[in-house]
């Protein structure tokens, strides 16, 4: 009978290990700042821990100092982590903190900003140098629109970042055989809003007239907008403004005209927990992963707004999910520190006990899995659809404008281009842009046709003749139709 007495208990307890769902790792997340990019990379985590029961995460933030952070790494390491997520804050300074994780046995993902050497586990973050690639076409692109010589302001993040490093150095080196034609002036805005307003409005008081900025992110290229808002002698976009990162801030910014466009720059922070899942349960992962970068105008921002727009009301309903689910799981853990002790002080009420527990618990795992994952799935489509939504809008408006002064370009070549069926082009384009095909085309070709009037010395009937409207009397009509005004050179 005591033997089976044993079994027994071994076996409640073997039971209830297995039904409590606590988080078996513990991640620790060391980031070098908390501007509104960090920000949005903490949110994507905390998103995807909602898929990942078995992990927890503890942040870390140095606040641009080096020391704290190599501190704070260091504490890490005591308290034994079981992963540690890394963006650094200057990345020669923070390396000998980074290695002496890894040394202690304790896989290290760098993120944003690449450490050098090998003594890391996984890399997650953008390229920079192609970053300060797209800077470069742009510049090129309004120098060759303006004709003579562009001054250019480049408002450039703390001295010393490889972030701002590299895109200073992309840009120039893709400069290289443009000096005379694009004049860099380099100030520097450690990154946030304040600074770049004050800096660049100090330039402006004493610099001649400047005709472009460049700045290495949004919040410094909002900053530098106010600030030749706030100048005499700046009229409302005279100054051509580019920002990086895409934040939401940047796409409200682009959308109402306060800058021009801005570099795509992930931050992927559902990409960091899902590698360290797959690296705490021993599976394979991507150790090299370098996210690709484009430009966002204002005809792309608007569709990545709302995605973004989304993706903030699915955190917050995930937020509250995620408060109604820890509240089940200490409930649960209490009623299993109550099953305990009635085990050991009251063996008579054992089998009592025992049911009611098992039974609770599996009433509140099938509540999870049936009000909590579907939720999770959906959203999750959501976010998809939207990201597919947007490489879709660029593809198509690449394919529009290489074909604006082909007379035979139709509907089906477009189709064809992006191997879809007539029905499905029709379909997709409506969903995206809001019109058809041929209307979207036209509104490409009428926007081109500003340009061109505004631009070049091409008489309205050589316009409409280049980008294939079937007569300049129907060209007007057109123009009028979408723009209000009848064409004309100013």
Not at 105 to 133: K, L, M, Q, S
Not at 275 to 286: G, W
Not at 363 to 376: A, C, D, F, M
Request: net charge neutral.
């Amino acid at each position: 009978m005591r033997n089976t007495i044993v079994i027994l208990q071994i076996c409640i307890l073997a039971i209830l290990g297995l039904s409590s769902c606590q988080p078996r790792f513990r991640i620790g997340v060391s980031q070098c700042l908390d501007d509104a990019w960090r920000q949005k990379m903490n949110h994507e985590m905390q998103r995807e821990l909602l898929l990942h029961p078995e992990l927890s995460m503890y942040t870390r933030i140095a606040y641009g100092s080096n020391e704290l952070q190599c501190a704070q790494i260091d504490s890490f390491i005591a308290e034994r982590v079981d992963l540690l997520i890394v963006s650094p804050n200057e990345t020669e300074a923070v390396k000998p903190a980074v290695s002496r994780a890894y040394r202690a046995g304790i896989p290290v993902i760098v993120a944003d900003r690449r450490v050098t050497g090998n003594e890391w586990t996984a890399f997650i973050g953008g390229d920079n140098y192609a970053v300060g690639e797209l800077m470069a076409q742009w510049l090129r692109g309004l120098q060759s629109a303006k004709g003579n010589t562009l001054q250019v302001l480049e408002v450039t993040g703390t001295t010393g970042s490889a972030p701002a490093s590299l895109r200073h150095a992309g840009m120039m080196d893709n400069l290289a055989d443009s000096t005379s034609e694009i004049v860099i002036n380099s100030i520097t805005g450690n990154w946030y809003q304040e600074n770049a307003y004050t800096i660049v409005s100090e330039f402006l008081k004493y610099n001649k007239r400047i005709d472009a900025i460049v700045a290495h992110n949004d919040l410094m290229a909002i900053g530098a907008s106010d600030a030749v808002r706030d100048s005499k002698g700046y009229g409302e976009g005279s100054v051509h403004i580019m920002g990086v990162d895409c934040i939401r801030l940047g796409l409200l910014a682009i959308a109402d005209g306060k800058i021009d466009c801005s570099a795509t720059y992930s931050s992927r922070g559902d990409m960091l927990i899902e590698t360290a899942a797959n690296i705490l349960a021993h599976k394979t992962f991507v150790r090299d992963t370098v996210l690709q970068t484009m430009m966002i105008d204002a005809a792309s921002a608007r569709p990545m707004l709302m995605e973004y727009n989304a993706r903030l009301h699915d955190l917050e309903t995930l937020q509250l999910v995620q408060v109604q689910s820890d509240q089940r799981w200490r409930k649960m853990i209490f009623d299993r520190a109550v099953l305990i002790s009635i085990v050991v002080f009251f063996f008579a009420l054992l089998i009592m006990a025992f049911g009611y527990i098992f039974f609770r618990q599996k009433k509140l795992q099938s509540e999870i899995k049936r009000e909590i994952l579907p939720q999770l799935e959906e959203m999750q489509e959501a976010v998809n659809l939207n990201h597919r939504d947007v490489a879709f809008a660029e593809r198509m408006k690449q394919i529009v404008n290489d074909h604006l002064t082909d007379p035979n370009f139709s509907v089906e070549d477009l189709g064809s281009m992006l191997q879809l069926s007539r029905t499905q082009i029709f379909r997709r384009v409506k969903a995206v842009t809001g019109k058809g095909p041929l209307e979207y085309i036209r509104e490409c070709r009428l926007k081109r046709a500003e340009q061109l009037l505004q631009t070049t010395d091409m008489t309205i009937q050589q316009v409409a003749n280049e980008l294939c409207f079937s007569s300049p009397g129907y060209f007007t009509k057109c123009y009028k139709d979408y723009f209000g005004t009848l064409p004309s050179k100013r």
